[in-house]
């Protein structure tokens, strides 16, 4: 499955055209809610990614995509306006796998996605990460504390998977919730509290490990 996200409806009809021409299954957005509402449900193998976009534009999704342990994987093909110099090397700096300079050709496009799909990386090796008494593996989903495992909530476990695969940083409730609870989450920032709060108290004695940094949100600790 190639996701394709252009605002444009007739180059974004042709791209999906010609995929399923190639024998891809694809699906068009027409902007970067829609990719993100669709990515909830589905992983695709490649997004082709526009950068101008009505609302978000197409860096800062890449930015978030790359962000998020859900989708950073995903790769992704950015379409640049006119070739601009500046956009290609932000893409590329943000984590793009490729671009293709507007207007592009068609046959370009499919060979650009060939190539890209052929040297992904097979499945990142499973990550297991650990900080003092806590351990989390990435491939069965599971969390033990003091080797016995936590029942946490989707949120709670990818809340853990964030402060684990970045020790020491510090996140805002905002990035929290763009992070965890998807780009478009608008609402208040309490359902960080409340969740980091159920997630302090099913890791029992490691409960310390995230720290509360005042008037700026949370971080787990680098050391236990
Ligand atoms: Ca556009």
Same mark, same amino acid.
């Given at each position: 499955?190639?996701?394709?996200?252009?605002?444009?409806?007739?180059?974004?009809?042709?791209?999906?055209?010609? /995929?399923?021409?190639?024998?891809?299954?694809?699906?068009?957005?027409?902007?970067?809610?829609?990719?993100?509402?669709?990515?909830?449900?589905?992983?695709? +193998?490649?997004?082709?990614?526009?950068?101008?976009?009505?609302?978000?534009?197409?860096?800062?999704?890449?930015?978030?995509?790359?962000?998020?342990?859900?989708?950073?994987?995903?790769?992704?093909?950015?379409?640049?306006?006119?070739?601009?110099?500046?956009?290609?090397?932000?893409?590329?700096?943000?984590?793009?796998?490729?671009?293709?300079?507007?207007?592009?050709?068609?046959?370009?496009?499919?060979?650009?996605?060939?190539?890209? /799909?052929?040297?992904?990386?097979?499945?990142?090796?499973?990550?297991?990460?650990?900080?003092?008494?806590?351990?989390?593996?990435?491939?069965?989903?599971?969390?033990?504390?003091?080797?016995?495992?936590?029942? /946490?909530?989707?949120?709670?476990?990818?809340?853990?998977?964030?402060?684990?695969?970045?020790?020491?940083?510090?996140?805002?409730?905002? +990035?929290?919730?763009?992070?965890?609870?998807?780009?478009?989450?608008?609402?208040?920032?309490?359902?960080?509290?409340?969740?980091?709060?159920?997630?302090?108290?099913?890791?029992?004695?490691?409960?310390?490990?995230?720290?509360?940094?005042?008037?700026?949100?949370?971080?787990?600790?680098?050391?236990?």
């Amino acid at each position: 499955m190639i996701f394709c996200v252009e605002d444009e409806q007739s180059i974004r009809d042709l791209m999906l055209y010609t /995929l399923s021409s190639a024998g891809f299954e694809a699906k068009g957005f027409a902007c970067g809610k829609d990719l993100i509402d669709a990515l909830q449900a589905e992983t695709p +193998q490649l997004i082709m990614l526009d950068i101008i976009l009505p609302g978000e534009d197409g860096l800062s999704l890449l930015k978030k995509l790359r962000m998020q342990p859900a989708t950073k994987s995903i790769p992704i093909i950015m379409a640049t306006a006119k070739g601009t110099e500046y956009d290609k090397v932000i893409g590329l700096d943000l984590g793009a796998d490729d671009y293709l300079a507007k207007p592009f050709g068609m046959m370009e496009m499919l060979s650009r996605i060939k190539a890209v /799909l052929r040297r992904v990386r097979p499945a990142e090796p499973i990550k297991r990460l650990a900080l003092g008494h806590l351990a989390l593996n990435q491939e069965t989903h599971t969390v033990f504390v003091h080797n016995v495992p936590a029942q /946490l909530t989707l949120k709670e476990y990818q809340l853990l998977c964030l402060f684990l695969e970045n020790p020491g940083r510090v996140f805002t409730r905002e +990035q929290l919730l763009e992070l965890i609870w998807g780009i478009a989450y608008t609402g208040e920032t309490r359902t960080v509290d409340v969740h980091i709060g159920t997630l302090r108290m099913k890791l029992g004695e490691c409960k310390d490990y995230i720290e509360t940094v005042r008037g700026v949100g949370y971080r787990i600790k680098e050391k236990p």
